[in-house]
């Protein structure tokens, strides 16, 4: 390829497509996302490959499974052998990342390959922290008695704040000024990696998104504050504290939106969007009190796993594409794109499906199936690394655990919009019936 193209990567974390306008949503939540949608190519069933940021970002950086890269709860810092930053710094691209995600970092593995890695909570790590720690953090996560004590202590300093009727002042992190000075001082080609963290706990939205999306009357409502303290305890909502949960997390999209507003702006002044390959995607989403869940944590539900993704390609035009894709197929994408590697059938540019999606969320030592069709929480180390994975083939949806399995219809929905919530998606214990939930001998 004579010239190669820029490649940016925005990663709004924990963005669910159901809530997303441009997928059908009904309120005007994304209208940035809609904006860059409109004149790129609009994938309407993304999949992600995990539920948490670590897997899913180490699936976009690799294009394997969880099963296979490894970066998982029980072994959370990367150690994939390549990662895509190290084939673009090979193939003679300048590499940038900024994250704002504290798990995305260089001590988790996420630095290799960039010439520069920026975390906007303030700090700097270089990239051989991960050499350093991850070998023994990653055996203190993966080892039982040396993990339970730690997670007992973690989830009883949680416990105490569960739930508030206060929401958080969202502040600046900086992102943006960062993102201007790389581009001021970046050659072509470069790979920018971002991470936006404005939709993710603790609800922090701006006054204004708030005034638009949230109804004053739910204001003395009480919300989950700290996703592993409700999950691991009564994780129950009441109707009027999961409106006000749901309607702040519309608000939450809206402050992250206007911050993708701004920095697409701002790749339009330093006029690096012209043959660029640039990519809008969310590395899971969230559960907004689907069977009694709050957050990512314990699912692999499509509120976590379905996620809006947008690309812009070098000459492209507008399209939109129906079929499922696994987003870690950005992997190929990228590297077909620049000329790096060949990937015809791969590259998501393509327009060729993926028939079955596929992912999992490992247990922090925690009988998941007692948690979502159970009135309790067991806790046991024989759980730690225990797999809650799923195929997906767009009609139908088996999740599997422990040995057991269960077959979700996925049905369709109007105009070809994603529905709207989980509660039309799948079967909650009281809808069962509705939904021909039933267990399967399917294997994944």
Same mark, same amino acid.
């Given at each position: 390829m004579a010239t190669q193209p820029n490649v940016i990567v925005v990663v709004l974390d924990t963005v669910r497509a159901d809530r997303v306008s441009a997928l059908g949503y009904d309120r005007a939540t994304t209208p940035a996302f809609d904006a860059f949608a409109a004149d790129a190519t609009l994938y309407a069933d993304a999949v992600s490959q995990a539920s948490w940021s670590v897997p899913s970002h180490a699936s976009l950086?690799?294009?394997?499974?969880?099963?296979?890269?490894?970066?998982?709860?029980?072994?959370?810092?990367?150690?994939a052998e390549t990662v895509l930053p190290e084939l673009l710094s090979a193939g003679g691209y300048e590499t940038y990342g900024i994250s704002s995600n504290r798990y995305i970092r260089p001590a988790t593995g996420f630095a290799r390959g960039f010439d520069e890695f920026r975390m906007c909570s303030g700090g700097t790590e270089p990239a051989v922290?991960?050499?350093?720690? $991850?070998?023994?953090?990653?055996?203190?996560?993966?080892?039982?008695?040396?993990?339970?004590?730690i997670e007992r202590l973690f989830t009883?300093?949680?416990?105490?704040?569960?739930?508030?009727?206060?929401?958080?002042?969202?502040?600046?992190? $900086?992102?943006?000024?960062?993102?201007?000075?790389v581009l001021e001082r970046a050659g072509?080609?470069?790979?920018?990696?971002?991470?936006?963290?404005?939709?993710? #706990?603790?609800?922090?939205?701006?006054?204004?998104?708030?005034?638009?999306?949230?109804?004053?009357? @739910?204001?003395?409502?009480?919300?989950?504050k700290n996703e592993r303290a409700f999950n691991m305890g009564d994780?129950? #909502?009441?109707?009027?504290?999961?409106?006000? #949960?749901?309607?702040?997390?519309?608000?939450?999209?809206?402050? #992250?939106?206007?911050?993708?507003?701004e920095l697409l702006d701002r790749f339009r002044t330093a006029g690096v969007l012209d043959d660029a390959l640039v990519v809008l995607v969310s590395?899971?989403?969230?559960?907004?009190?689907?069977? $009694?869940l709050v957050g990512h944590q314990f699912s692999v539900f499509d509120s976590v796993v379905s996620v809006p993704l947008a690309i812009q390609f070098p000459d492209g035009r507008p399209a939109r594409i129906d079929d499922q894709v696994e987003i870690r197929r950005l992997f190929e994408t990228v590297l077909d794109e620049t000329g790096l590697q060949s990937h015809p059938d791969r590259s998501l540019a393509s327009g060729i499906g993926d028939d079955i999606a596929r992912g999992s969320y490992a247990s922090?030592?925690?009988?998941?199936?007692?948690?979502?069709?159970?009135?309790?929480?067991?806790?046991?180390?024989?759980?730690?690394?225990?797999?809650?994975?799923?195929?997906r083939t767009g009609d139908e949806k088996i999740i599997s655990f422990d040995g057991e399995s269960w077959l979700f219809e996925l049905p369709e929905a109007d105009n070809g919009s994603l529905p709207t919530t989980d509660r039309?998606?799948?079967?909650?214990?009281?809808?069962?019936?509705?939904?021909?939930?039933? @267990?399967?001998?399917?294997?994944?």
């Open positions: 950086f690799t294009g394997e499974y969880p099963s296979d890269h490894g970066a998982t709860i029980t072994r959370p810092v990367l150690a922290a991960a050499d350093i720690l $991850g070998p023994p953090v990653n055996w203190v996560t993966s080892t039982p008695a040396v993990r339970q004590p009883v300093s949680r416990t105490n704040d569960a739930v508030t009727t206060d929401t958080a002042t969202p502040a600046d992190d $900086g992102l943006l000024d960062s993102v201007s000075d072509a080609p470069f790979f920018l990696f971002c991470n936006l963290l404005d939709a993710h #706990l603790p609800r922090s939205p701006a006054r204004r998104s708030v005034e638009q999306f949230v109804d004053p009357a @739910l204001a003395d409502a009480p919300i989950p994780h129950e #909502l009441e109707d009027r504290s999961q409106a006000r #949960l749901r309607q702040l997390y519309d608000a939450d999209l809206r402050t #992250l939106d206007d911050k993708l507003a590395d899971h989403g969230e559960q907004l009190g689907e069977f $009694g922090p030592m925690v009988d998941i199936e007692q948690i979502l069709w159970g009135d309790s929480v067991r806790s046991d180390p024989d759980f730690l690394g225990e797999v809650l994975s799923f195929a039309e998606r799948y079967a909650t214990l009281s809808e069962s019936s509705e939904l021909d939930h039933r @267990l399967a001998r399917t294997e994944l």
